[in-house]
């Protein structure tokens, strides 16, 4: 028999540290990917509770349900879920301010210039509408409607509809540990009590439970949350701080009783130090205050939390803490980080669930064999760190060009230095408007100029060729832009009719 010209051995087994959604999503995508010529273990303790505060999502997220095979209505009805076209901003800017970050294009691109130049140009000239009226997903969303994208429709508005979900986390972990235990993922129960390490590289070999039980394993997944125990407790990777540029450090969350209108949006309200979530359920809304603790007080943050709710409470509320950041390394050894173990960024741009998904599949593209290569381990690491970085400086944006001054908290916030790849972007802006995407990081050119747009941060000039086709022609194409996108939204449901007619949940 010849010798395999590989120099190393496959894998046998993956054990995962941890359920929660984090769990849940790497066990369903890794038994779909692998075919199931691993051994997929889980382990979770049902003693340990999970933070829960990740039920609004991005869009990605319909490539990552598609991939598992996964049925959007059964996926929304399961998970008490309902559609989102955006984020809702109130008092981010200057208090009384409101704008959206939605998904999808804004205007459509007609000449050598960005569509937004023109907007800009003549919107300083009083001769162009506010920016939302050129996105057919804030405007939908204001006027209380949704549909899915007419794939059937390419060219026209209803053919560029971006969505993502509101879901319930616990709802949809149990969702998908159903989908992963039918693809033969086994789960086991128990609280982890020691760990076994190999000598020599310290990769782990085994982890061991209170009862005596023993889980070996070629490949460990930390998604043991905050506590990283793996990749923190036994590999001692080190953790990267960076509340010098985000302050917060706690939370609160509540879910409260459902409101007549089912919105479909995220909304975060700016409060004086910090701000709120409100995510939309057909169940019930979930609420949380993300706020400094050095600027206000566990009690204020409740009370002010409880004074912003549609509803009753139905709980009350639970306190979250963290340390915004992330890992020195993801991957160390035979561990990877992935979900709060690996970083934690506060979930004001819906990017937690994300980050999930976008690490497993860093994970897939670079699965190891027994030889755990350094190189592809490091490219794993740059790849994690760059992401984490780029969605650190969008989340930072939001608080640097604030222009509030009614608290210490702001005012600190606007005055911080903040990293030099955002400073360079808001350089840019500041010049001549321009938003420049670097390398597919995260957020595209749409993301960032909503952001800015919509906090007042202004622009010396006017992008130089941005009147080369004349004003005149320039405002007919987008009173033309205008006009259809209206039209567009006339013709869609309302939220709540789609929601019934498709996707509704059994009562709770």
Not at 105 to 131: C, K, M, N, V
Not at 284 to 305: K, Q
Not at 411 to 436: N, W, Y
Request: glycine content about 8%; some cysteine.
């Amino acid at each position: 028999m010849n010798a395999s010209p590989f120099a190393h051995a496959p894998l046998q087994s993956v054990v995962i540290v941890g359920g929660g959604t984090a769990g849940w999503m790497t066990a369903t995508a890794l038994a779909t990917a692998l075919r199931q010529r691993y051994r997929i273990t889980l382990v979770e303790s049902d003693e340990i509770g999970t933070v829960g505060v990740g039920e609004a999502t991005i869009p990605m997220i319909q490539l990552f349900n598609q991939v598992a095979g996964i049925d959007e209505a059964d996926f929304m009805r399961a998970t008490q879920g309902t559609f989102k076209l955006g984020i809702e901003f109130v008092n981010w800017g200057r208090l009384g301010d409101r704008y959206m970050h939605g998904f999808g294009p804004i205007g459509q691109d007609l000449w050598t210039t960005p569509f937004h130049q023109y907007w800009r140009r003549l919107r300083a000239l009083g001769r162009a509408a506010p920016l939302e009226e050129y996105s057919i997903t804030r405007m939908a969303a204001k006027a209380g409607r949704f549909m899915p994208a007419r794939t059937d429709l390419p060219n026209s508005p209803l053919g560029q509809i971006a969505y993502a979900y509101h879901f319930d986390a616990g709802l949809y972990a149990r969702f998908l540990r159903g989908v992963a235990e039918q693809r033969g993922v086994q789960r086991r129960e128990g609280r982890i009590v020691r760990t076994h390490r190999r000598e020599g590289d310290g990769h782990v070999t085994a982890i061991e439970l209170a009862s005596g039980e023993q889980i070996s394993g070629d490949l460990f997944i930390d998604c043991s949350g905050f506590r990283g125990l793996l990749i923190e407790e036994v590999m001692q990777t080190g953790y990267e701080n960076w509340q010098h540029w985000l302050p917060c450090d706690r939370a609160l969350a509540v879910p409260c009783e459902s409101a007549p209108r089912l919105l479909p949006f995220t909304r975060a309200t700016a409060h004086r130090a910090g701000w709120q979530w409100r995510i939309p359920l057909q169940h019930r809304i979930g609420n949380g205050h993300v706020y400094c603790s050095a600027h206000v007080s566990d009690d204020e943050a409740a009370s002010v939390l409880l004074a912003h709710l549609d509803g009753k409470p139905l709980a009350d509320p639970r306190p979250i803490r963290f340390t915004t950041g992330m890992r020195k390394r993801c991957w160390n050894g035979n561990v990877v980080a992935i979900g709060l173990s690996s970083g934690f960024l506060e979930p004001l741009e819906s990017t937690s669930i994300h980050l999930i998904q976008s690490a497993i599949q860093r994970l897939i593209d670079f699965f190891p064999d027994s030889g755990f290569d350094p190189v592809e381990i490091a490219e794993y690491n740059r790849r994690s760190r760059f992401e984490y970085e780029r969605v650190r400086d969008f989340v930072i944006l939001h608080y640097k060009i604030n222009q509030r001054s009614d608290s210490p908290f702001w005012q600190d916030c606007a005055a911080m230095s903040v990293p030099d790849t955002l400073a360079h972007k808001i350089e840019l802006f500041q010049a001549r408007g321009r938003v420049m995407r670097i390398d597919q990081e995260l957020f595209t050119d749409p993301a960032w100029l909503q952001v800015m747009e919509g906090q007042n941060l202004s622009s010396r000039q006017p992008h130089v060729l941005a009147d080369l086709h004349g004003d005149d022609a320039a405002a007919d194409y987008l009173e033309s832009v205008r006009e259809v996108i209206a039209k567009c939204v006339d013709v869609m449901p309302t939220h709540e009719e789609y929601l019934a007619k498709h996707c509704a949940a059994q009562s709770a």
